[in-house]
């Protein structure tokens, strides 16, 4: 069965939900997860899976081109950009960087929600800084 690789970055309230969601599919394969914060629910969620975490995200990263898709649900527009700037430092690419509107619009459809799941980082647009 072919799989999807993907890390997660930012596992707060949005990233905890999309990891939920996802982990009920076999052809998803969650490689990582990493939060800044040691009490963020999907750290949690992911130990309790099995699944590797970390707090920094650079470890995340250096799994380079296994990474099929990186999503970044961290709300932060640096560090978007470091993401960019080190996948092409490394010339990864492969892996497709996903944004947080993306996941938001998978969780409103897996959750069959009635319209998009809500934000909790109106800031974060576009391609980051």
Not at 28 to 44: H, K, T
Not at 89 to 106: G, P, Q, S, V
Request: glycine share 8%.
């Amino acid at each position: 069965m072919e799989q999807v690789t993907v890390a997660l970055i930012g596992a707060g309230r949005t990233g905890a939900t999309f990891l939920r969601e996802m982990l009920k599919y076999d052809y998803i394969r969650i490689v990582g997860v990493c939060d800044l914060e040691e009490s963020a629910p999907g750290l949690q969620l992911a130990r309790n899976e099995g699944i590797d975490t970390t707090l920094d995200p650079m470890e995340i990263l250096a799994l380079g081109e296994s990474i099929d898709i990186m999503v970044d649900l961290s709300g932060d527009l640096c560090f978007k950009r470091k993401i960019k700037d080190y996948f092409e430092r490394i010339d990864n690419t492969h892996t497709i960087i996903m944004h947080e509107l993306i996941a938001r619009l998978c969780i409103s459809l897996a959750t069959r929600q009635n319209q998009l799941v809500p934000t909790v980082h109106p800031e974060d647009t576009g391609i980051g800084y």
